[in-house]
């Protein structure tokens, strides 16, 4: 038999069935976190050899102007509905919307959301970066948004989706203590690093709104009803050991007028059912630490 390519060794392997058992405060079963990508895209940004910024040629002005509408008007709705229903947002920043749009920023820090970092645009990708030009990355992460909210991030979603061989390692070295790039499991696991400790939080494409509806088609209502779908069936293993949901949401789409009822119905419903622990990212890793020390 041929010899397979070698495992990555991002994380040890842990078979779902008799794993330590995890709960959540007030005996609930599953943490549910929505994690709003607050983002800005550059309309003529620098090309890169490895990924078009848009799939038209540039300036993109339609890109530009439709992702806009979160900035502009999308966000307060998105948010508003989520305040309403009791679901603080763990938000995936473009760090430079501090300085774009600081009402945007404010608005969120205002309602007691947790900010970590999605880089500094969503229009520049991590491939071939030096590590010093990763490393000037991640300090001006810290420092813009310490500056602008005063919190120092704790969390890191790579810049669309992109990454180094060395991100996992930079982050943690910085003293970040979760990741939300690996989309490997439904419970918070241990990530492997040179230095220092970095958790893995469950973020999902699955049930991400922009896959929902780009990717997978789905009507309002049919992506309303997959995230309830989502949240009973790890509600009811969560009884075994508690488990988490993620709700990754960009406000252009789901905050658009006829989307956002079917995703109201879905929060109520969550919000109603009891088995919700309704929490923020770093809520749930430091929970989850406390109780396993770390041991997935």
């Known amino acids: 038999m041929q010899e397979g390519a070698p495992d990555p060794d991002l994380y040890d392997y842990h078979p779902y ?18 994690a709003p990508n607050l983002e800005y895209y ?68 205002a309602r007691g959301w947790e900010f970590f970092s999605h880089g500094i645009y969503n229009t ?48 943690a070295e910085y003293g ?16 492997k690093v040179r230095r220092g400790r970095l958790a893995s939080i469950p973020y999902s494409l699955e049930v991400n709104d922009h896959y929902g509806f780009f990717v997978y088609n789905m009507s309002p209502r049919e992506y309303a009803e997959a995230l309830i779908r989502q949240y009973e069936r790890l509600a009811a293993e969560g009884a075994r050991s508690g488990t988490v949901m993620c709700i990754p949401l960009h406000a252009y789409l789901i905050g658009q007028p006829h989307r956002i009822g079917p995703f109201e119905q879905a929060l109520r419903h969550i919000a109603a059912d009891g088995r919700a622990w309704i929490a923020r990212a770093g809520e749930i890793v430091d929970h989850w630490r406390a109780q396993t020390g770390g041991q997935g």
């Open 176 to 191: 970040f203590t979760y990741t939300c790039d690996l989309y490997h499991d439904d419970q918070v696991q241990e990530v």
């Open 17 to 34: 069935r008799g794993r330590p058992k995890i709960t959540w405060p007030g005996g609930k079963t599953v943490a549910v976190w929505v």
């Open 124 to 171: 520049r990708y991590a491939y071939g970066m030096s590590e010093a030009q990763e490393r000037a990355i991640i300090e001006d992460s810290i420092r813009t948004v310490m500056e602008a909210t005063g919190q120092r991030i704790r969390g890191w979603l790579a810049p669309a989706l992109t990454h180094t061989p060395r991100t996992l390692d930079l982050i």
């Open 42 to 109: 550059e309309i003529d940004p620098p090309l890169h050899p490895s990924r078009k910024a848009w799939p038209t040629l540039h300036p993109s002005v339609v890109g530009f102007a439709h992702r806009d509408h979160s900035n502009r008007v999308s966000h307060w709705r998105m948010a508003e509905v989520m305040t309403k229903h009791g679901f603080p947002g763990s938000v995936s920043l473009s760090v430079a919307l501090c300085q774009h749009h600081p009402e945007v920023v404010e608005d969120a820090r």
